[in-house]
């Protein structure tokens, strides 16, 4: 399987000229794993993407991985990583790695992504209420 589309690796690479907290593009998965990755930007060596990345120890964390070390891994039974066709990306990559730190693992449940977008945005409130006045 391709594992990216010449539009998601065109947006991946839009958004790692960009600095923000963007939407992830694309979800990449082990089909007979617990491995799980969302990515939101690619360098310009279009190898080099980053995203929040679940092995499966409970500790997913935001990071870079290689896309042909990726592409290269050989798993059981001839199979290979797999991106999720049916992935669209809804809030920003920020969010998905609250919700998975709080879930143990990357989630796409919308109950519990929108309660770390509330979350993220009443920390964000109490931050700018703590500022002196101009």
């Not at 089909?31 to 799980?36: E, N, R």
Request: hydrophobic fraction near 45%; include cysteine.
């Amino acid at each position: 399987m391709l594992l990216l589309t010449q539009d998601q690796s065109d947006r991946l690479m839009a958004n790692g000229k960009n600095s923000g907290d963007h939407v992830p593009v694309v979800k990449f998965f082990n089909p007979v794993g617990a491995a799980t990755w969302l990515f939101s930007e690619l360098d310009e060596d279009g190898d080099t993407l980053f995203g929040l990345c679940d092995l499966g120890f409970g500790c997913p964390e935001m990071g870079s991985a290689s896309l042909s070390e990726i592409a290269a891994l050989s798993l059981s039974f001839g199979l290979s990583i797999e991106r999720d066709l049916c992935f669209e990306g809804r809030f920003p990559l920020n969010i998905y790695a609250d919700a998975a730190r709080v879930a143990g693992s990357i989630t796409e449940d919308v109950s519990r992504l929108e309660a770390a977008a509330a979350a993220r945005s009443r920390a964000r409130a109490r931050e700018l209420s703590e500022l002196p006045p101009p």
